[in-house]
């Protein structure tokens, strides 16, 4: 069974930084491709996508966080990143970590985590 774990979301304030994990079991960790959606508290919208990892370490990510936030992957721990640097109040939202259905961009989620929460004040 697959299993998507997040954690590090935290309250920030504005300029700041955090580093997101996503433990990731149940599939061959190297063979999939990975990526990061998040969704803003109380909007009835569909998640959007932030940053997308190939199984070959290709890296994708959305307009309004090129720059600022760097998507990786360790091997030898399963575990999926993402650094958040220069942190603004509008990336303040639920993180998800999500299995992608194949290696398009933007990623169609084949399953995610129960999510993390990024706040970030001004």
């Known amino acids: 069974q697959v299993q998507l774990a997040e954690s590090g979301g935290d309250s920030v304030q504005s300029g700041g930084s955090l580093k997101l994990s996503c433990v990731v079991s149940?599939?061959?960790?190297?063979?999939?491709?990975l990526g990061w959606f998040r969704q803003v508290p109380g909007v009835e919208r569909e998640l959007g996508a932030i940053?997308?990892?190939?199984?070959?370490?290709?890296?994708s990510y959305a307009d309004s966080v090129k720059g600022r936030f760097t998507i990786s992957k360790d091997y030898a721990k399963n575990t999926l990143y993402l650094q958040l640097d220069s942190l603004q109040t509008e990336d303040t939202a639920m993180y998800y970590c999500?299995?992608?259905?194949?290696?398009?961009?933007?990623?169609?989620?084949?399953?995610r985590g129960q999510g993390t929460q990024v706040t970030v004040s001004s």
């Open positions: 149940g599939l061959p960790f190297g063979d999939y491709c």
């Open positions: 999500v299995k992608a259905v194949n290696s398009l961009w933007p990623p169609t989620v084949a399953q």
């Open positions: 940053a997308g990892i190939s199984d070959i370490g290709t890296t």
